[in-house]
């Protein structure tokens, strides 16, 4: 079957660093997304992993461990603008199917 | 910036009413995709399309239709609303980047069925 598990809510302060993890079982991996999801609005790309490791891109940062079915999205110097829906997202073999999680809402605080 | 359009952006509309969710993209993208999403709830795949005259259920049952006659242009058909379809429906395209297929989302209609 597949599973995506993701906390369902953060909190953090702004300036401060959050980690939010995402752990999946599926059939077929091809790679991991992050998009992020304002209240009320469309999903936006964020990050894409395929190979293990960390990515980097300004103040957000993804990691993948494909044996470990585990991924995190890293935020630095959060700023209330921050404050969203980060949604884990298991790309297929094939690439054009993808498969959501649920969701983070995280909440920034002043 | 994407170019992706979905219309109406908000519906209200009585039950056994059949109804069409508009989706246009200009960017040539061949694959397309509709979602189902409720407020804090993951996205659910109900169609794709691989390209012209190509498409198929997703993996959320789903009494809705697709067509695709244009590249362009994806609508979302419900012969007979009800209540249980009052959720949000994104549209989204996607092309091949190197080695991922980025989704690119329309900003979404919420359909309320009263």
């Known amino acids: 079957g597949q599973n995506i598990d993701q906390p369902t809510e953060m909190t953090a302060t702004e300036g401060a660093i959050v980690q939010i993890n995402c752990t999946y079982q599926?059939?077929?991996?091809?790679?991991l997304f992050w998009y992020q999801q304002h209240a009320g609005e469309a999903p936006t790309f964020l990050s894409y992993?395929?190979?293990?490791g960390l990515e980097e891109k300004g103040r957000f940062s993804s990691f993948l461990s494909r044996s470990k079915g585990y991924s995190y999205l890293l935020l630095k110097e959060l700023q209330m603008k921050d404050s969203a829906s980060y949604l884990c997202?298991?790309?297929?073999?094939?690439?054009?199917?993808?498969?959501f999680g649920a969701g983070t809402r995280l909440f920034v605080k002043a | 910036e994407a170019d992706i359009y979905q219309t109406p952006r908000y519906l209200v509309i009585g039950t056994g009413k059949k109804i069409t969710l508009e989706c246009s993209q200009t960017?040539?993208?061949?694959?397309m995709y509709w979602y189902q999403q409720d407020p804090g709830m993951e996205l659910h795949l109900i169609h794709y399309?691989?390209?012209?005259?190509?498409?198929e259920k997703g993996d959320l049952s789903s009494e809705s239709t697709v067509s695709r006659i244009r590249t362009e242009h994806f609508p979302l058909t419900l012969e007979s609303a009800r209540p249980s379809h009052t959720s949000q429906y994104l549209c989204?395209?996607?092309?091949?980047?190197?080695?991922?297929?980025?989704?690119?989302f329309g900003p979404g209609t919420r359909l309320t069925v009263t």
């Open positions: 989204a395209s996607s092309e091949k980047l190197r080695d991922r297929y980025e989704q690119y």
């Open positions: 599926t059939s077929g991996f091809n790679g």
């Open positions: 992993n395929v190979l293990d």
């Open positions: 997202a298991v790309s297929h073999t094939g690439g054009f199917k993808t498969i």
């Open positions: 960017m040539g993208h061949d694959k």
């Open positions: 399309s691989y390209g012209v005259n190509s498409t």
